[in-house]
């Protein structure tokens, strides 16, 4: 291996070590406690080097995190649904997204409410891209049903992750989602 490939690896590491740090540390502790001091005190490098990596400091790093969460969220929603077809789907894709969402709320607050990523847009990150696939897929593969369902979703997760709505009708909830994505009847 050249000097300038073990430099390119050594550099590829770093950014992963900050980014998943960022993580960690919103996770534990949210994403006030994220600053770029804290993270060169926990990957023990200088804050020069994070910003070498995200010159645009928080924000940037923010955004990794979020993108990475986009393409966790897209695995795991294709892997939920992979084998299934219609209600059988919808309902894996349901339980995969808010499990995600509930599992994981900072990497969540990251992909929708703190990083200015373009969603629906020509440059939109092929991460999300993926994850939007995924959805239309599980419902029928068009657009619209894709956007409904994926903010239905989302409302919801959004909701629950507020405290708004009460965790002992959690299960009837999801059942509702995948009648009205699937336009059953009402159970």
């Not at 996770?27 to 010159?55: C, K, M, N």
């Amino acid at each position: 291996m050249s000097v300038q490939e073990r430099r390119a690896r050594e550099r590829a590491d770093r950014h992963e070590r900050i980014v998943a740090t960022a993580r960690e540390l919103a996770e534990e502790q949210g994403w006030e406690a994220v600053t770029t001091r804290r993270l060169a005190d926990r990957i023990e490098y200088s804050q020069p080097v994070l910003y070498g990596h995200f010159p645009g400091g928080k924000d940037e790093i923010v955004a990794a995190v979020a993108l990475e969460g986009f393409a966790d969220l897209a695995r795991a929603l294709r892997a939920a649904v992979e084998g299934r077809a219609g209600s059988a789907a919808v309902a894996a894709l349901t339980d995969a997204y808010l499990d995600f969402a509930a599992a994981r709320p900072a990497v969540y607050a990251a992909m929708f409410d703190l990083a200015a990523l373009p969603f629906a847009a020509a440059d939109t990150p092929a991460a999300m891209r993926a994850g939007f696939e995924a959805v239309r897929t599980a419902l029928g593969g068009d657009d619209e049903s894709a956007e409904v369902g994926w903010a239905t979703l989302h409302g919801l997760a959004t909701l629950r992750r507020a405290g708004r709505l009460p965790a002992a009708t959690e299960r009837r909830r999801r059942e509702r989602v995948v009648d009205l994505l699937t336009g059953a009847p009402a159970r």
